[in-house]
């Protein structure tokens, strides 16, 4: 555990060079927080209307609009100056639920002797191809084409080779020179072809199979919601498999016809012209898959800077707002997980935004972010620093809310005793660690414990919540956290189980930090390095 220790030569500074909000601004601003207004919007978030706001239903709409309307009502500027206040962001899920290539004589397995991306196929049921047309690379384009003599491929199976045609002497035929051109280092654009001219399917030569399909198995298996829109493979490409040579053998079953396509391949590297090869066969494929999407929103509001020097510079105050939603009748209220979390945010959104309209708002900017995605894997963060509206280097510090209502377990029985867990706030900054100390010490004296702080701790709290990508960006972080309790992730996280003079405490102790951050004359100092997790 990291031990206390005193702090005033960091902050000797504070009082000294800039003159910062004199301390009875600071006090006033801080006691605008009550536990009163932050039973209102509990009461609204974990209500039976929102249904446990799930990622993606109506519930997390509904308070995604809630917040949204609250920034707006408190004067808050819309990110980047959109016209809402939301971050769209796209979860998608595809994966195969049944996937086949067979001949008359044998049965192929995927993964093994050919694969194939969920992502850039469409489902189609079982089909019988009776025909193959070999059409070279794929390429269509002014420096070489493959298409020359072809006006359709309506209905059609094509066969093609991976990469792009090269002489002996390792040169493009498409860039003259060794480096590759984006026909071969994008294979997507040959589906896009082939889709144009109407074939049904295309089947790649994989000549570096066994290196690729590692990578191809990474992705394939991975049935985890990712950060992205569907490619919408059924209008921009041709569906398609990657095939081991010894399949390509197989599929051709004839060796003159295997010798016409390998002989046509190497006229086009030697700079020919491609004489397509037209074959028999007999072969069935399937692909079918499931695609999930969820459609969901980050809310961002913005209290811009007072200082021209220093206004670029951004404190990020976050929390999740998304839960479990409904199972059946049962609703997954998340009134601790993280309603409180994200009352917290609103409090302190408020307060400073009173303070802002009153000529006596924050030096730096301050960015509010209620994430949604965070019970689907930290996906609403991870969405933000891999699509940020502002650039990351100008983040200072992310403050972190997440369960801070409650009791757990180990404090159950310390009557009296307010605490909070502190995690990551030294990881990167120790100047972040003795901002808090200080803040809490002057303003709130909760006991702060870092047992879940420890590298050691096997709960992995650290990388556990939105703050975790943002440190993985080497932004420093502190997250609040009040421990698990008999209730978490059960329908019984209720509001009537929230301390909300605890809420309200903790609230204070997050604004003091905030403000510290947000007014002192020198951004903090970063001096360690993020560890990855293992």
Known sequence: MIGLFCCCSMFAFAQSGHQLLDDAIRLKVAESISAGDLNIYLDTLASEEFEGRETGQLGQKKAAAYIANFFKANG???????????????FLGERWTK???????????????????PGTNASVEMTEVNEILFLGYGIKDEKYSDYKEIDSLSGKTI???????????????????????????????????????????????????????AQARKEILNTRLRMRKGENPAENYANNMFITTNLLRDIVNDSIILRKIINARDQVNAGGKLEPVNFTTSIILNQQKRTRTIASENVLGIVEGSDPNLRKEMIIVSGHYDHLGKRGDNIYFGANDNGSGTSAVLEITQAIAKAKAEGNGPRRTILFMLFAGEEKGLLGSKYYVTYPLYDLKDAVANVNIDMVGRVDDIYQDSVGMEHIYVIGADRLSTELHDINEEMNKNYTKIKLDYRYNEESD????????????????????????????????RISDTVDKIDFNRLENVTKLAFHTVWQLANQDRRIVVDKVEKQEK
Do not use: C
Request: hydrophobic share 35%.
């Open 458 to 489: 096997p709960n992995r709290y650290y990388y556990r919540s939105d703050h975790y990508n943002f440190a993985e960006q080497n932004i420093p972080i502190i997250f609040y956290f009040n421990g698990t309790h008999e209730d978490y992730h």
């Open 76 to 90: 808050l500027l819309t990110p980047n100056g959109q016209e809402n206040y939301f971050q769209e962001i796209n």
């Open 99 to 117: 996937i086949q290539l067979k001949t008359d004589v044998k049965t192929y397995r995927h993964l093994w002797d050919f694969y194939a991306y």
């Open 159 to 213: 066969l093609i080779f991976d990469g792009e045609p090269m002489s002996s002497d390792s040169i493009s035929r498409m860039t003259g020179t060794d480096s590759l051109s984006i026909w071969a280092t994008d294979w997507r654009l040959k589906l896009k072809v082939a889709k144009e001219y109407g074939a049904d399917q295309v089947l790649i030569i994989d000549r570096n199979f066994k290196k690729n399909l």
